[in-house]
């Protein structure tokens, strides 16, 4: 049997998919969920092998609730976004369906997910979707990151500075500091140029925090962030840093 | 002789009050003359003679005028125009009297002592009529500038009124028609009635874009049509309140101003939060105001109301500052974990 889980904040668009599923006897839904927190709940619980996933949900969307998972499953997002937004991913994803979407769509989305769960490789498609998905305008606002088995939503706002630390970046705020599993380029693309800038090759800082820049050495500088830290700035990082405070 | 002239005149197209001036100045400028000595005929015939290519000359200076305006600062070369023409006029009027008066006394010489008198006398209205011709054009000019100006701004203005009253978000009508899909397979009456709905709600969009105000209780009406589609889209999640004074029931609002602001607030509920959201909406009239209070619960830890409140309270505040030139008129704060909107529209009854 194949496990199923639905994801909409809608029920009737839930419903929708539970209809369409009717006809394959092979597929079991194996839970409905409203959120992503519940989402990640049941994912843990049932380990689908196939996601019906909403992009626009209650506090973390889609994107985000993926990547707090370790192994994704394969992912079929339902969503009613225009066809502008979606074209970042839309050589990625497994298959997306557009709201409101037929019945002859939606068998066309599950042959083509049968195809790839045939070869049972659906990893590294879903890596590529997480990827161009950081593109989405839908995540500067915030990043989600998980401690023990609590998640945290970070508004960017309250970002301090961001510092490479081995394979993670440790996130810095007032309240403290989280790792997540991504790169500083990573971060540089998806953070606002306008609000965050990258200083050094292992530090970004949020630029409203900046109180202070003082000269270091030879050819470096550093800066005096209004929380209190230190934070040193490269030769390339202080030409941005002229740019944007000129 | 004078049906010629008449039909040279008519061709011409002069104002008639122009004839009347031409004839009132010939007949001056022949008093004049006998007032001088000269006789009448005498006087007639030169006043006739100077007159009539005195008008030629405005004539053709106006023509000049027509291809070549001077700017702003190049008045000089209006004056050398106008004395270029008038010694034009000198020669020509003199050569002409000479030629009819031959030697009869008032023929005079060529350079006669009242040489400059005649001068200065055609100096004088050949320069007035250029003034008034480059000072009504420049006139009619700027006046053609104000009309075009005030009329792109007003074109302006009601294109973007317009499109703000448009901006109807295409995720509730696709996220509506997927609901509809559903209802379909489960409940079809169910269905036909939220396609109903919907489309009395569009066509209230569609209907409401000329009539500018409309009552608060109209407005509501439409309102009422958005929340019940929004409701079955999210079921229980989403609650609300309407709470309206008998007072405001009758006031006047602009046109499709609430249902942006309840969009909003509703996305905000819905999407900051886990649980159900409710929705308070609430009208008071004082004082000539009416306010309209729209209240939504958010996490104060993860949002920041400040930023990100949407794109739909920009449109209306700007909807707002083109319809009543203020930019007070929507207000925004957080308290504790409710987001409030407070919008004032004045009443002029």
Redesign the interface.
């Given at each position: 049997m194949i496990k199923a889980i639905i994801i909409d904040?809608?029920?009737?668009?839930r419903?929708?998919v539970k209809?369409y599923l009717a006809s394959y006897t092979d597929i079991e839904v194996k839970a409905e969920c409203?959120?992503g927190?519940e989402g990640l709940k049941a994912i843990q619980e049932h380990q689908p092998d196939l996601l019906f996933l909403d992009i626009?949900?209650?506090?973390i969307n889609g994107f985000e609730m993926l990547e707090l998972l370790d192994h994704p499953p394969a992912v079929i997002f339902t969503t009613?976004?225009?066809e502008y937004a979606i074209r970042a991913f839309d050589n990625h994803a497994v298959d997306y369906l557009?709201?409101?979407?037929s019945k002859e769509r939606f068998d066309k989305a599950l042959e083509k997910w049968k195809a790839i769960y045939a070869q049972k490789d659906t990893r590294p498609a879903l890596k590529e979707v997480m990827e161009t998905a950081s593109h989405s305008p839908l995540q500067r606002?915030?990043i989600v990151v998980k401690s023990g088995s609590s998640i945290i939503?970070i508004?960017v706002?309250d970002i301090l500075y961001l510092e490479a630390a081995d394979d993670f970046v440790k996130i810095h705020t007032r309240k403290g500091h989280w790792l997540k599993n991504k790169t500083m380029a990573h971060f540089e693309q998806q953070l606002d140029p306008g609000r965050f800038i990258r200083v050094h090759r292992s530090y970004m800082v949020n630029i409203s925090e900046i109180t202070r820049l003082d000269p270091y050495e030879k050819d470096s500088h550093i800066l005096l962030l209004k929380s209190g830290e230190n934070i040193p700035v490269s030769k390339s990082g202080m030409i941005k840093l002229k740019e944007i405070l000129s | 002789m004078t049906v010629n002239f008449l039909s040279i005149y008519k061709k011409s197209r002069v104002p008639s009050w122009i004839l009347g001036v031409w004839i009132l100045w010939t007949g001056l400028y022949t008093w004049v003359a006998t007032e001088m000595g000269f006789d009448l005929r005498v006087a007639l015939i030169d006043s006739l003679i100077s007159n009539i290519l005195l008008a030629a000359a405005s004539f053709l200076l106006i023509n000049i005028l027509k291809y070549y305006t001077p700017g702003k600062g190049r008045y000089i070369n209006l004056v050398a125009l106008t004395i270029a023409i008038t010694l034009l006029w000198y020669v020509s009027s003199r050569a002409i009297m000479l030629y009819v008066l031959k030697t009869e006394i008032g023929a005079g010489p060529f350079w006669g002592k009242d040489f400059p008198v005649r001068l200065a006398i055609a100096f004088l209205v050949l320069g007035c009529v250029a003034l008034v011709y480059v000072l009504v054009g420049t006139m009619e000019d700027r006046e053609i500038q104000i009309h075009r100006k005030s009329d792109a701004e007003k074109l302006a203005r009601e294109a973007e009124l317009f499109r703000l009253q448009q901006q109807l978000q295409p995720h509730f009508l696709f996220n509506s028609l997927n609901s509809i899909s559903a209802l379909v397979g489960s409940d079809p009456t169910q269905a036909r009635k939220m396609i109903q709905q919907l489309s009395e709600f569009l066509r209230g969009t569609l209907k409401k874009d000329d009539q500018q105000l409309i009552s608060l209780e109209d407005e509501l009406h439409q309102l009422r049509l958005y929340l019940d589609i929004e409701k079955i889209r999210f079921g229980h999640r989403l609650q609300t309140e309407i709470d309206i004074s008998e007072s405001a029931k009758s006031a006047t609002i602009p046109a499709l101003l609430l249902q942006p602001i309840v969009e909003n607030a509703i996305k905000f509920g819905l999407y900051d939060t886990i649980g159900q959201v409710l929705i308070r909406i609430k009208a008071t009239r004082e004082n000539n105001q009416l306010q309209v209070t729209v209240s939504n619960p958010f996490d104060p830890e993860t949002a920041s109301p400040t930023r990100g409140t949407g794109f739909g309270l920009a449109s209306v505040q700007r909807r707002l500052y083109l319809l009543f030139g203020r930019n007070d008129i929507v207000q925004t704060f957080a308290r504790e974990n409710q987001f409030v909107t407070t919008i004032i529209i004045p009443q002029h009854d």
């Open positions: 904040d809608e029920p009737l668009a419903t929708l209809e409203n959120d927190f626009q949900m209650p506090k009613a976004f225009d557009l709201k409101p979407f606002e915030r939503v508004p706002d | -």
